[in-house]
C-alpha cells in the first residue's frame, strides 16, 4: 500500500500525522527508511470528530496537504467535503480530494472533488482475495444449474477484480481477471459447441475480444518478473542494465496500461458488460442448457480430442512454434469442455493440466524471445550497445535453448489416452 500511496503522490506536500501511536506506525509503513521525509505529528489529529479535523484544517497555509488520521473522523470529513463521497473509507486507504478554494478557511460541505481512491482491496491482491467472500459452487449439480451458475461467478469475479486492474499495482489482478475471462469464454463456448448457438457465440466474442486486449500487458508482465528473477551471468546483467532493456519494457507496461484503462473506462466496456449479464441471467441461457448432459459433453470431447490427437502425430522438431500454439488452444478447449462436468472427467483433468502447463512455459519463452529480440534490433545500431547487444544475444541463445528442451519435452507427449 506505501509504493501505491507514494506513486500517487500523496507525500508530495506537507504531512501531518496524529501523534497516537498507530497513526505513526502507519507512517512507518508509508515512508521507508532510506526516504527522509519531513513529518508534522499533530495532536489535533487524534480525534474521533470530523469537526475537530475541520477547524484545524480551516488554519492551514499550505497549498497541499496530507493527513494521516482516524475513522469516522476522516470519513465523516469526507463526507462533508464530497456531494458524493465513497459508501466507506476502509483501514490503511488512502482518498484525494481537491478543494478549488484560495484559502483553507473557505473550506466546507461539497466543496470538495474526489480525484482518487485507493484500498488495499485494490492495490494488493492478497488483500482482495483473503477479504473476498468465498462462494462455493456444487460440481455435482446438475449440468444445467451449474452452467449458469458458474457464468454468473466468474461475471462477478471480473468485475470486482476491475478496480484492481485499472489501479495497476499488483499485476495479479490482471492475471486473475484474464482467467476470469477465459473460464467466461471456456464455459460458454463449451455450451456452443455442444449446442451451436448463434447468439451466445456472439457474445462469446465480444468477451474474447476484451480479453485479447490484455495479452501484451500480461506478457510484458511476464517477462519483467522473470527478468527479476532469472539467475543471470553478471554480463547479461550489465547488459540489460546498459541497454535500458528493463525501462524499456516497463514503460511499455505502463503504456498498454493506459490502454487498457481506457478500454475498461470506455461505455463499451460498460456496454458489452452489461449485455453479458443479461445473456447469463436470461431464459435463453436456461433454455439452452436445460437439455446438457455429461454424455453430450462426452461426444464433444472425443471429437476434439481426435483432433487435437491428429495435429500431435504431425508435430515433429521442424514444426514451426505456430503449431504449438495451435496445438496449446486446441488443448485448452478440450479442458475446458471437461471442466463443464468435473467429477466425471476428474482423471482427465489432471493430464490435461499437466500438458497445459508444459505448452503454457513454451509459449512464454516464445513471447519472451520475440520482444527481447526486438528490443535488441531496435538498439543495434546505436553507438556504444556493442557490448548490451552481445549480452542480449547470450540470454535470447539461452532461452531458445531452454525453449528447445521445452519443445523436446512437448513431442515425448504424444496425443491424449
Not at 499550505?62 to 466507506?88: F, M, Q, R, V, Y
Not at 494488493?124 to 477479504?131: G, V
Not at 488443448?331 to 497445459?356: S, T
Amino acid at each position: 500500500m506505501g509504493r501505491a500511496i507514494r506513486a500517487e503522490g500523496a507525500l508530495d506536500g506537507t504531512v501531518y500525522c496524529s501523534n497516537a501511536a498507530r497513526a505513526r506506525q502507519t507512517l512507518e509503513g508509508l515512508i521507508p527508511s532510506n526516504l527522509h521525509h519531513t513529518v508534522n505529528l499533530a495532536p489535533a489529529l487524534y480525534t474521533f470528530n470530523h469537526e475537530v479535523v475541520l477547524d484545524w484544517l480551516r488554519d492551514r497555509s499550505e497549498d497541499s496537504i496530507t493527513l494521516i488520521g482516524h475513522n469516522p473522523a476522516l470519513e465523516d470529513l469526507a463526507c462533508l467535503l464530497l456531494k458524493h463521497a465513497p459508501d466507506a473509507f476502509p483501514t490503511c486507504s488512502c482518498m484525494h480530494i481537491a478543494l478549488p478554494i484560495e484559502h483553507w478557511h473557505e473550506i466546507g460541505k461539497n466543496k470538495g472533488r474526489l480525484e482518487k481512491l485507493l484500498t488495499p482491496n485494490d492495490v494488493s491482491y492478497e488483500q482482495f482475495h483473503r477479504k473476498r467472500t468465498k462462494i462455493h459452487i456444487d460440481e455435482h449439480l446438475p449440468l444445467p444449474g451449474h452452467i449458469p451458475e458458474s457464468l454468473l461467478h466468474q461475471y462477478q469475479r471480473i468485475r470486482d477484480l476491475e478496480p484492481g486492474v485499472l489501479q495497476g499495482y499488483d499485476d495479479e489482478f490482471l492475471h486473475q481477471y484474464r482467467i476470469a475471462i477465459r473460464r467466461s469464454r471456456a464455459i460458454a463456448e463449451a455450451v456452443v459447441d455442444i449446442r451451436g448457438d448463434g447468439d451466445l457465440r456472439k457474445a462469446v466474442e465480444v468477451l474474447k475480444w476484451h480479453g485479447q486486449a490484455t495479452s501484451r500487458l500480461r506478457d510484458l508482465h511476464v517477462l519483467l518478473g522473470d527478468l527479476a528473477q532469472w539467475p543471470l551471468e553478471e554480463d547479461t546483467q550489465l547488459a540489460l542494465v546498459s541497454s535500458g532493456a528493463r525501462s524499456h519494457f516497463a514503460n511499455r507496461a505502463d503504456a498498454e496500461h493506459q490502454e487498457l484503462t481506457k478500454r475498461l473506462n470506455s461505455r463499451q466496456y460498460r456496454k458489452d458488460m452489461d449485455g453479458w449479464y443479461q445473456r447469463l441471467t436470461s431464459r435463453h441461457l436456461t433454455k439452452v442448457t436445460r437439455k446438457l448432459a455429461t454424455e453430450d459433453v462426452r461426444k464433444a470431447l472425443e471429437k476434439h480430442i481426435h483432433k487435437h490427437n491428429d495435429v500431435a502425430r504431425q508435430l515433429n522438431e521442424q514444426s514451426p512454434d505456430d503449431h504449438f500454439h495451435d496445438l496449446r488452444k486446441r488443448l485448452k478447449r478440450i479442458r475446458y469442455l471437461a471442466e463443464l462436468d468435473k467429477p466425471a472427467f476428474r482423471d482427465m483433468l489432471r493430464q490435461l493440466k499437466h500438458r497445459q502447463q508444459r505448452f503454457g512455459d513454451f509459449q512464454d519463452l516464445h513471447v519472451q524471445i520475440d520482444m527481447l529480440s526486438d528490443f535488441r534490433d531496435s538498439i543495434a545500431t546505436e553507438p556504444d550497445m556493442l557490448a548490451p547487444v552481445a549480452g542480449l544475444n547470450t540470454l535470447i541463445a539461452n532461452l531458445a535453448e531452454e525453449k528447445n528442451r521445452r519443445r523436446d519435452d512437448i513431442l515425448t507427449l504424444g496425443g491424449i489416452g
